[in-house]
Structure formats: structure tokens, C-alpha cells
């Protein structure tokens, strides 16, 4: 189920980043009271009531010719574009502002649903400051407070009137989707048409051809597979190109979109920090994940140059210590078909439920090699486990104290699980309840 998308859009400096850090509970956002200091859109999830939503802070637009705010206008019209309801945000203490009656002017073009709100509303004797505001034509105003934290609730209610019907093309669970992600072009287009055998894709040298997700259907040994393709992530803080309607958000989309994620690697630039980051949207997100290392055939090549390149991998990915390499070339199209029956292994992982009392003889026997270690004279006491979750794979543990449960005695509780039961390519998660 893909989320909606909330944009957060105004000119500079009336509290975007602070409303933004507000509604996701967390200073994710940079706030600092001088204009233009969000340079980027940045992304959180958030939720409110039985609401789950993707947030979008942006930089304001302003009428000027400072440095970077032809950039953070482009931002701001992507985010725009890619929204489902946008907070148009203004500054009741500054009242209504030519820079924004700009914005209501852009947002007419939108024709998405927009819903106002006057910041700096920090207490009730400052709601007469509103009504200037409802020249800009966008309907009736709600007065908030960032710093305080006012009138989010009743802003919130408002948007969610808005977000779509719940609802997105349903494959079956018989079909396994999966997403190809990664850096502008490290071959991922090519990769799709490399294992459809012909050009459904565009293929291009410049990075960040493929501007949307593209869902194509396929069938490998009657399993049917949905490919969901993405543009690349660019990296965090390069200006973005005018032509450039892409952002991570689409990304991210399809991750939710899939059950399984592959992290398309480029062998000639080799491993990048930005590589990392990437997968770690897909391990956060909870998806099966598998490492590709694509253009393999641009490489000389021995006969340890493939053992050199995994542990490498091993050693800059830490956390996908599960996840399953696999190098191809899109070119020559080597080694493109074994993807599909890796792919299947993972979705099978991915979805793979332990009998409770199965699973309980396995943490016994863990506990009883290696106990937990002693906290200021108290022991953590595991009880019972059961899984309660697939997609991914979640374990609930029963103990006497949750906050005994150390996050080195966690992973020790996930390794052994892992050496017991065949989750290669997902990863799991172990919560500590306390027993009731």
C-alpha cells in the first residue's frame, strides 16, 4: 500500500522545518531562523490517528535572485508535484507577503487540495491575525504554532480529508514484486530490459532517464514476477537539474510497493557512500533484499576478484550481512537469469512463519550456551517466544525486564535464529515484552 504524500510548501523562514520536525517527532529537519537553510526536500513517515503518511519539507519560494532559490523553487514544485494534499504554510506576525501570494498563485496550478495554515499562532489573543489571510483564496485558514505545537491536530484532520482512497493495483500474493533501486546509473533500466530481452525501458547514458516507477509483469518458470523500476537517488544536497522530475520519494514508493528490493551496485565505480545509504531505505522499510553488482563484464578479472568485491560488500554493508550477492551484467546479459530464482528464495524467507514451539527450543538452547549477562545485579529471564509478523519475519520474546534486553544479546538472539532457519536475504526483527 502506497502511503500518501504530504508537501509541506511556503516562502522562506515562516517554520516549514519546525512544523515538519512537529508532525514527524523527531528534529529530522535542519531548523535555524535564517532563510534558505533547507536546501533540499527532505522525507520522514509520520502518522496521526489510523493515518500513515510520507511528510515532504521543502524550501521556501521567494521572489529574488539570492544563490540557490531558482534551486529550492524547483524543490518545492517536484515535492508539489508529487503530493497528495500540500500544507501551504505561512507567518501570521508577518501577515500576508507578496512572496506569498506567488506560492498561492503556483498552488492554483497544482490543482491538488491544498489547506492553509498561519503559523506563529502562540496563543489565542493572535487569531484576528488570520483573516488577512483569507485573501489568498485557499480557503479558510487554521491557525497553529510551531514552537508550541498548536492547532497541528485540527491541520492534520483537515489534510487527511484529503488523502486518496485507500487502495492500489492488486497483483495477488501469489505474484512477487520486487524494485530495483539505486544511483543514477548504475544500469538498472538496462537490467530490466537486459532479462525482458528487448527495449520496454528507455535506456539512456545520462543519468536520471527513467523519470517515474514502471511496473513490468514477467514470468519465469510459472512464477510471476512484477519489476517496479525506479530513477536513481541522487545524493543528498546536489542541486537537482530543471529537467530532473525525479526525487527519493518515488523510490521509496516502490520499496513500500515490493516484497522484495534489489540494491543495483555499479562494479567499475565501485562501492560509494551513497550505496549505503540507498540500501539502507530497504532494510529500514523491512523489504527482503538482495545485492546486485551490475556491469561486472566492464572488469579484469581473476580468480579471486569476485571473493576481493564480496567482502568488500560484506565490510561497507554491515547491516545486510543476510542479504544475498549476485553479479550480472545487463550488457552481455551474464549470469541476468539466475536473479529470478534468488528473488523467489528470498520472498519464500521473507515470508517464512516458525512453529512457536519449534522456535522456543532454538532460544533455549541459546540461552542455555551463552545466558544473558548481568545488569547492576539483575538478569534478563526469556520466557516464551512466538512470531508474530512475516514480511519481514518478527519475533516477540517474552522476559522479566524489557530494558535487560541488550541490543548485543538481541543480535546474538538473531544469529541464532538465522543459523536454525533459512531467513538468507530478510531481515528480522526480535521485541522484548515484558510478561504479563
Known amino acids: 500500500m502506497t502511503k500518501p504524500v504530504v508537501a509541506i510548501v511556503g516562502r522562506p523562514n515562516v517554520g516549514k522545518s519546525t512544523i515538519f520536525n512537529r508532525i514527524v517527532g523527531e528534529r ?9 537553510v533547507t536546501r533540499d526536500r527532505i522525507y520522514s513517515s509520520a502518522e496521526w490517528l489510523t493515518h500513515d503518511f510520507s511528510i515532504i519539507d521543502t524550501g521556501g519560494i521567494e521572489l529574488s535572485d539570492e544563490p540557490f532559490l531558482e534551486q529550492i523553487k524547483q524543490q518545492a514544485e517536484v515535492a508539489m508535484e508529487e503530493a497528495d494534499v500540500i500544507i501551504f504554510l505561512t507567518n501570521g506576525r508577518e ?22 495554515a498561519v503559523n506563529k499562532i502562540d496563543n489565542p489573543d493572535m487569531r484576528d491575525m488570520i483573516y488577512d489571510f483569507y485573501a ?33 493495483e492488486d497483483y495477488g500474493d501469489e505474484v512477487i ?22 527495449e520496454r525501458v528507455i535506456v539512456s547514458d545520462v543519468a536520471g532517464t527513467t523519470r517515474d516507477a514502471i511496473d513490468t509483469r514477467y514470468t519465469v518458470d510459472d512464477q510471476e514476477y512484477v519489476m517496479i523500476d525506479t530513477a536513481g537517488m541522487r545524493k543528498k544536497g546536489k542541486v537537482y537539474e530543471s529537467t530532473e522530475k525525479y526525487s527519493v520519494l518515488r523510490a521509496l514508493k516502490a520499496i513500500e510497493r515490493s516484497d522484495v528490493v534489489l540494491v543495483v551496485l555499479n562494479a567499475e565505480e565501485g562501492i560509494q557512500e551513497q550505496d549505503k545509504k540507498i540500501a539502507g531505505y530497504a532494510h529500514e522499510a523491512g523489504r527482503g533484499v ?15 576478484t569476485m571473493n576481493v568485491f564480496t567482502q568488500q560488500i560484506r565490510e561497507h554493508f554491515l547491516f545486510l550481512d543476510y542479504a544475498p550477492i549476485v553479479f550480472v551484467s545487463a550488457k552481455t546479459k551474464q549470469r541476468v537469469h539466475s536473479i529470478f530464482p534468488v528473488i523467489q528464495r528470498v520472498s519464500e524467507n521473507h515470508s517464512m512463519r516458525i512453529q512457536s514451539s519449534i522456535l522456543n527450543e532454538v532460544i533455549e538452547d541459546a540461552v542455555a550456551r551463552n545466558p544473558a549477562p548481568s545488569d547492576k ?6 520466557y516464551y517466544a512466538t512470531q508474530v509478523a512475516t514480511r519481514p519475519p518478527t519475533f516477540v520474546v517474552f522476559v522479566n525486564e524489557p530494558e535487560l534486553m541488550h541490543f548485543s544479546y538481541n543480535r546474538f538472539l538473531e544469529n541464532r535464529i538465522r543459523e536454525a532457519f533459512d531467513f538468507e536475504g530478510t531481515p528480522i526483527k526480535i521485541i522484548a515484552r515484558a510478561r504479563t
Open 290 to 304: 538482495i545485492i546486485v553488482v551490475n556491469k561486472w563484464d566492464a572488469l579484469e578479472k581473476d580468480e579471486k
Open 95 to 116: 501577515g500576508v507577503t507578496a512572496a506569498d501570494e506567488y506560492v498561492a498563485r503556483i498552488l492554483y496550478k497544482t490543482k491538488k487540495p491544498v489547506v492553509l
Open 136 to 168: 489568498l483564496g485557499m480557503g479558510e485558514p487554521f491557525p497553529i504554532s510551531g514552537s508550541h505545537g498548536l492547532g497541528l491536530g485540527d491541520l492534520l484532520d483537515e489534510a487527511a480529508k484529503h488523502f486518496p482512497e485507500e487502495g492500489d
Open 177 to 198: 514484486k520486487f524494485s530495483l533501486i539505486g544511483r543514477p546509473n548504475v544500469g538498472k533500466s538496462s537490467l530490466i530490459n537486459a532479462v525482458l530481452g528487448q
Open 28 to 36: 529530522v529537519s535542519i531548523v535555524e531562523d535564517v532563510p534558505g
Open 377 to 382: 545485579g539483575k538478569r534478563l529471564r526469556i
